[in-house]
């Protein structure tokens, strides 16, 4: 099992920065593919980042591509998303994700691991 719980939403204005974390207890953080998922109200839950589990090859969405960047501490056992030059748009619940496999993909059903999610909101 794994227990994840997210952190660092909030308000941003547009063109501006956050900073979101996601804790990871449980099993051993450094095995599991990790992602970041968002969902605005009515909308499905879409993919944004994911990292394999030596945090090599990061895969982004293409609507965050250049703008957010996806990490990973092992050792603190924590994922980031750095998420810069916001847009209204951008505006959801963030959920942090995890899978045991090396693969990093975007494919929501294949996460066995999620967080409670953590609100962004970006003003225009």
């Known amino acids: 099992q794994v227990q994840l719980v997210e952190s660092g939403g909030g308000l941003a204005q547009a063109g501006g920065s956050l900073s979101l974390s996601c804790a990871a207890s449980?099993?051993?953080?450094?095995?599991?593919?990790m992602a970041w998922f968002r969902q605005a109200p009515g909308k499905e839950r879409e993919f944004v980042a994911a990292?394999?589990?030596?945090?090599?090859?990061?895969y982004y969405a293409d609507s965050v591509k250049g703008r957010f960047t996806i990490s990973r501490d092992n050792v603190k056992n924590t994922l980031y998303l750095q998420m810069n030059s916001l847009k209204p748009d951008d505006s959801a619940v963030y959920y942090c994700?995890?899978?045991?496999?090396?693969?990093?993909?975007?494919?929501?059903?294949?996460?066995?691991?999620w967080g409670q999610g953590t609100q962004v909101t970006v003003s225009s």
């Open positions: 990292v394999s589990w030596i945090g090599g090859n990061p």
């Open positions: 994700a995890a899978r045991l496999s090396p693969a990093s993909t975007p494919q929501e059903h294949l996460y066995d691991y």
């Open positions: 449980g099993r051993t953080f450094s095995t599991y593919t």
